[in-house]
């Protein structure tokens, strides 16, 4: 069966551009490369490369982890998310392109390497970075000051530094109507949220390689949280659509941030990619199929294909979109004999001022009140990500402590998954910029996608707090815990840790690491007795452990 890539609406507004654009893009690059993309044809499934590869450090399951990627200097070093993403940066050849759409970018050897292709090598470097969060703003204005600073030494130099910067503002965004306006005249203003990047092996030849999927180019995003970024080498048609996007925000939704920034130019897909990639909001460009559907509505579709024995397994970051809630619901009444498993963050668990409208504990009322049995939710935990908030002046979830579950996704009966940028909430659909694949088992590495994903599932779901210390196995971490023991426990590490004696303690532990228990309590400095409460509290609380090691009882955080 043909599959179709899903584009938005073309509005009568960018009908012109549209035309206009196609003419200039293709004279242009046929002068360019003497028709190059006449020559561009679907590549052989012989000769396409599909990656897939997850975070922290290769991802948790250890069907997972443990890959390596073998540089271009020989090294061979982990298959990291951003040692993956270097060794394609460095494959680039001389005289190539790389170009980067990033909502947060602070990891600084990737950052490095671009700066070293475009000075070095010829390689023409073109980013995008999302200028409207504000907790980004400083990483984007060091960023820019950084490539201004290397683009004044090359032109003092007299060499070529082809880096490109553009940023989307929250200025463009209202401009476009990407915003909402609450009713106390609060403007909530959307995010340009996307994560892809596209490699040309000539600056003017058809795109080769490229790259999506969750993850941020960070330290955190590698390390920490549980990401995911999908890889496609040797794959044009692919990358094309990648870069068809690309030029859309270039063109119309970014602000130079260098003195050049030469446009982009769309190109007809000469063929459809072997699964679906759909973009939300307005889209510009001759496209080669004019289906346009919402990202919502095509999850809406794959819920509804549940079959009566089938399966929906869900990992999301953030959830207010309240359709799909109730699709969700809805399917599981209409399949008591499927099974529905829904994995959400930690900053799910609880409904706040600051989290208002979200669902993950609303679906756990439902799940109650409509006497559904197929329907379990569990949450990405963490035990320690509790501290002392200094806004509130009180120890609450410190979002910096949580190594978040930042994937967002759901699978099909095993069978089908979709993936990508877009967390399920209205910000994401209606304001923001986003992306997601579709893949299905039977398609070219859709297999190896899906059971990889569901390797990582597994593994997290099966390893819940709610077991009893008892029950516990030696050096066992626990990763996922429902909502009623969530929020119990939760109220248990705030009144301890609320303690100055187990505050202390835990603050040891944190800052410098596993200590005996002679050592912890002459840098606790409190009493025995106090000392002795203060361990049982926090063992209760589950933010440390004891072990033994070389004939002494030495204590740990538990996680």
Request: contains cysteine; aromatic residues 10%; charged residues 25%.
């Given at each position: 069966m043909k599959r179709k890539i899903h584009y938005p609406f073309v509005t009568s507004k960018s009908l012109f551009r549209l035309f206009a654009t196609s003419i200039a893009s293709l004279f242009l690059m046929t002068l360019l490369a003497g028709g190059l993309f006449t020559a561009l044809v679907p590549t052989p499934a012989s000769a396409l490369d599909m990656e897939l590869h997850l975070a922290p450090n290769g991802g948790f399951s250890p069907a997972n982890s443990g890959r390596t990627v073998t540089l271009k200097d020989g090294s061979e070093v982990s298959a990291t998310l951003n040692n993956v993403l270097l060794d394609m940066i460095q494959r680039v050849p001389a005289g190539g392109a790389i170009k980067i759409v990033m909502y947060n970018f602070d990891y600084r050897p990737i950052y490095d390497e671009l700066i070293n292709r475009a000075l070095n090598d010829n390689v023409?470097?073109?980013?995008?970075?999302?200028?409207?969060?504000?907790?980004?703003?400083?990483?984007?204005?060091?960023?820019?000051?950084?490539?201004?600073?290397?683009?004044?030494?090359?032109?003092?130099?007299?060499?070529?530094?082809?880096?490109?910067?553009?940023?989307?503002?929250?200025?463009?965004?209202?401009?476009?109507?990407?915003?909402?306006?609450?009713?106390?005249?609060?403007?909530?203003?959307?995010?340009?949220?996307?994560?892809?990047?596209?490699?040309?092996?000539?600056?003017?030849?058809?795109?080769?390689?490229?790259?999506?999927?969750?993850?941020?180019?960070?330290?955190?995003?590698?390390?920490?949280?549980?990401?995911n970024r999908i890889f496609f080498k040797n794959a044009p048609v692919i990358s094309l659509v990648f870069a068809n996007q690309f030029a859309r925000l270039w063109n119309l939704y970014s602000v130079k941030r260098t003195e050049r920034a030469d446009p982009e130019y769309i190109v007809p897909l000469p063929a459809n990619p072997p699964f679906e990639v759909i973009f939300n909001g307005e889209h510009i460009g001759p496209l080669s199929d004019r289906n346009f559907t919402s990202i919502d509505k095509r999850i809406l579709e794959l819920l509804e294909e549940v079959r009566p024995n089938g399966s929906v397994d869900v990992m999301m970051f953030s959830f207010t979109h309240r359709a799909i809630a109730d699709k969700i619901m809805e399917m599981a009444r209409r399949r008591p004999g499927a099974t529905f498993r829904l994995m959400f963050d930690h900053s799910m668990l609880v409904a706040s001022d600051e989290r208002r409208g979200i669902m993950p504990p609303e679906i756990e009322k439902w799940i109650v009140e409509r006497g559904l049995k197929n329907v379990e939710v569990r949450y990405k935990f963490r035990a320690n990500a509790y501290g002392w908030i200094k806004e509130t002046k009180s120890v609450g979830m410190d979002h910096f402590r949580s190594p978040l579950l930042h994937d967002k996704?759901?699978?099909?009966?095993?069978?089908?998954?979709?993936?990508?940028?877009?967390?399920?909430?209205?910000?994401?659909?209606?304001?923001?910029?986003?992306?997601?694949?579709?893949?299905?088992?039977?398609?070219?590495?859709?297999n190896e996608v899906i059971t990889r994903f569901l390797s990582e599932f597994d593994y997290l779901w099966t390893r819940p707090y709610d077991l009893s210390n008892s029950m516990k196995m030696a050096g066992e971490k626990r990763y996922v815990i429902s909502g009623a023991y969530g929020r119990k426990l939760e109220k248990t590490i705030i009144k301890v840790l609320s303690e100055w004696g187990a505050s202390r303690i835990r603050y040891q532990l944190d800052r410098y690491g596993p200590a005996s228990i002679e050592d912890l309590m002459e840098k606790s400095k409190l009493k025995k007795g106090e000392f002795i409460k203060a361990i049982g509290q926090l063992k209760m609380a589950m933010l440390i452990e004891n072990y033994m090691q070389d004939g002494h009882i030495w204590f740990r955080l538990a996680d």
């Open positions: 023409q470097v073109k980013v995008i970075l999302d200028n409207c969060a504000g907790w980004t703003a400083s990483n984007v204005a060091e960023f820019i000051s950084g490539v201004k600073k290397m683009g004044k030494r090359a032109a003092r130099e007299g060499r070529n530094f082809d880096y490109q910067l553009k940023v989307v503002t929250g200025k463009v965004m209202s401009a476009h109507k990407r915003t909402r306006v609450l009713d106390d005249g609060k403007e909530i203003i959307g995010t340009m949220h996307e994560k892809f990047g596209v490699f040309y092996d000539r600056k003017a030849g058809p795109p080769s390689h490229s790259f999506a999927g969750s993850s941020n180019i960070s330290p955190s995003a590698e390390d920490l949280f549980a990401e996704l759901m699978i099909i009966n095993r069978e089908k998954i979709i993936f990508g940028s877009y967390n399920w909430s209205g910000s994401a659909e209606e304001r923001n910029f986003e992306d997601v694949m579709v893949f299905d088992k039977n398609t070219g590495f859709g």
